[in-house]
C-alpha cells in the first residue's frame, strides 16, 4: 500500500492582513516520546494512479503492529466488493462481486501494481516511536525486516522513507490521537511509476482489535491460490 504510524509535515495556514497574504507555520506537534501506533481502525479514502490510468475508492482500514492488516473497499452503498488481509506473512485478497479469494503467501503477490504495493505495506507501516530516533534531518538505516532505507525526520517524526530501488513512502498531515501521533495521509510512490494515496478519517488508536477482526470470510467462496491471481494480471 503507499502508501502508520507516528508521523508529520509542517504545514502553513494563509492568512490575509492589509492586503498581503502572510503564510505562518503550524507550531510543531506535541506529544510524548515513544507513544507510538499498536492498533488502528479508520475510515480511508484511497486512490491508485499510474500513468494515465487510475482508480479511487472508499472503505475502511484495520491494523495491529506489527504484522496484522485488513483493508476494505466499500461500494457507494456501503456493500462489501473487495478486501485484502494481512497476518504475517499469509495474504488472502477476497473479491466479493466474483466470489472467489485468492491465498498465499506476501512473496507470491505479483510484482508489479497492487500486488507490489500490498508486498510493501509493512515496510509502509513500520516507523520508529515518535521521538525514539533523530529529532530532525536523514539518517541511512537497515529496518526489522532487513531492508536499507533512507528517513527523514521532522520533530522527531518520519516524514519520508526510501529504499534504493526507488520506492518511497511519505507521511503527511500528523494529527494526535488517544495521546500518539498519526500521519493522516500517506503516499507511496512506486519504482515503476505507480503512485498509491491512502487518506485516514475518524480514526481510533490503540483500542482492543477482537482476533477474528483479521480473519477473512470466505465462506462459500471459491479459493485460488496466488498464483492465480498473478495469472490475471
Not at 26 to 43: F, N
Not at 79 to 85: D, G, N, S
Not at 125 to 140: F, I, K, Q
Not at 168 to 188: F, K, Q, R, S
Request: charged content about 20%; hydrophobic content about 40%.
Amino acid at each position: 500500500m503507499k502508501r502508520h504510524f507516528p508521523l508529520l509535515f509542517l504545514l502553513s495556514t494563509l492568512f490575509l492582513a492589509s492586503g498581503c497574504a502572510i503564510f505562518t507555520p503550524k507550531p510543531p506537534l506535541e506529544y510524548r516520546p515513544g507513544v507510538q501506533v499498536d492498533t488502528l481502525s479508520a475510515g480511508v479514502s484511497l486512490s491508485i494512479t499510474k500513468g494515465e490510468q487510475g482508480m479511487g475508492a472508499n472503505g475502511f482500514l484495520l491494523y495491529q503492529r506489527p504484522d496484522r492488516m485488513r483493508m476494505v473497499i466499500l461500494s457507494p452503498f456501503g456493500t462489501t466488493i473487495m478486501e485484502t488481509v494481512v497476518v504475517g506473512e499469509e495474504v488472502t485478497v477476497v473479491d466479493n462481486s466474483k466470489g472467489v479469494a485468492f491465498r498465499g503467501l506476501l512473496a507470491e503477490l505479483p510484482q508489479q501494481g497492487q500486488g507490489d504495493t500490498w508486498r510493501q505495506a509493512r515496510w509502509v507501516m513500520e516507523v520508529p516511536a515518535p521521538g525514539s530516533s533523530l529529532r530532525d534531518g536523514t539518517v541511512e538505516r537497515t529496518s526489522s525486516m532487513g531492508l536499507k532505507e533512507r528517513v527523514t525526520f521532522e520533530n522527531g517524526l518520519v516524514v519520508v522513507k526510501s529504499l534504493a530501488n526507488g520506492d518511497e513512502a511519505h507521511y503527511n498531515d500528523y494529527e494526535v490521537v488517544n495521546g500518539v501521533p498519526l500521519a493522516t495521509e500517506i503516499i507511496m510512490y512506486s519504482h515503476d511509476g505507480g503512485r498509491f494515496r491512502i487518506r485516514i478519517t475518524e480514526p481510533e488508536v490503540n483500542t482492543d482489535l477482537a482476533p477474528e477482526a483479521f480473519t477473512p470470510h470466505v465462506d462459500n467462496l471459491t479459493i485460488y491460490p496466488l498464483s492465480a491471481l498473478q495469472g490475471k494480471q
